[in-house]
């Protein structure tokens, strides 16, 4: 059974920076496309980044520019990088994973594709 914990969550000012990592454990192998995703008090989950097992990279267009999202196959571990931050990047952040094969095409942001999610770590951003 895939397990995510998730890391980095903390309170920043805008324009500050921070780095939330994701250590997974239970993967038969390294081909899960890994994503991150946020869900702010009221809104719906929302599809941030994700990586598949190349490393190649898909950016919500909110945070593209900002945020870099990589992973570490060999630690099992997925990062985002965040930086520029703004008070509307306030959320829960959530580490998910799934089986390459079982995303379809274009839908790598979409919450609904993913079926293992770490418990989240919270990001505040104040003005």
């Known amino acids: 059974q895939v397990q995510l914990v998730e890391s980095g969550g903390g309170s920043v000012q805008a324009g500050g920076s921070l780095r939330l990592s994701c250590v997974a454990s239970g993967y038969p192998d390294s081909r899960y496309i890994m994503g991150w995703f946020r869900q702010a008090p009221g809104k719906e989950r929302e599809g941030v980044a994700s990586?598949?097992?190349?490393?190649?990279?898909m950016y919500a267009a909110a945070v593209k520019g900002r945020f870099t999202a990589s992973r570490d196959n060999a630690k099992n571990t997925l990062y985002l990088h965040m930086n520029t931050l703004k008070p509307e990047d306030t959320a829960m952040y959530y580490c998910?994973?799934?089986?390459?094969?079982?995303?379809?095409?274009?839908?790598?942001?979409?919450?609904?594709?993913?079926?293992?999610w770490g418990q989240g770590t919270q990001v505040t951003v104040s003005s």
């Open positions: 998910a994973a799934e089986r390459s094969s079982r995303v379809r095409v274009g839908l790598v942001l979409d919450a609904l594709e993913y079926n293992n």
């Open positions: 990586v598949v097992s190349d490393g190649s990279t």
